[in-house]
């Protein structure tokens, strides 16, 4: 079974910056893309930002130009740097990831289990 970890999540000022992290493991054959989501209370999942096994990237139109998702394959993480955050970045975020596992030829969604991202002076 695969398992994705989050960390990096805490308190930070408006203007200020965070990073945050997610560690798969598990029976892992490989990883294709991953994404990082928010929920904020009262509020629908949002799409933050993903990237591609390629490496393409893509961010939602709130947070481009502000934050940075990256990946290190050899370790099975990604990361996303936060810079300039704001109120409204306040949020629990999720990483997900599609996943095949050793044992299958299929691949299939896994979710972080969030981290606390509060953005407040």
């Known amino acids: 079974q695969v398992q994705l970890v989050e960390s990096g999540g805490g308190l930070v000022q408006p203007g200020g910056s965070l990073r945050l992290s997610c560690a798969a493991s598990?029976?892992?054959?490989?990883?294709?893309?991953w994404r990082w989501y928010r929920q904020a209370p009262g509020k629908e999942r949002e799409l933050v930002a993903a990237?591609?096994?390629?490496?393409?990237?893509n961010y939602a139109d709130s947070v481009k130009d502000r934050f940075t998702i990256s990946r290190d394959n050899a370790r099975n993480t990604v990361y996303l740097e936060m810079t300039s955050l704001k109120p409204e970045d306040t949020s629990v975020y999720y990483c997900?990831?599609?996943?095949?596992?050793?044992?299958?030829?299929?691949?299939?969604?896994?979710w972080g289990q969030g981290t606390q991202v509060t953005v407040s002076s």
């Open positions: 990237i591609t096994p390629g490496g393409s990237t």
């Open positions: 997900n990831a599609i996943v095949r596992i050793t044992v299958s030829t299929t691949e299939r969604s896994y």
């Open positions: 598990g029976t892992i054959s490989s990883i294709g893309t």
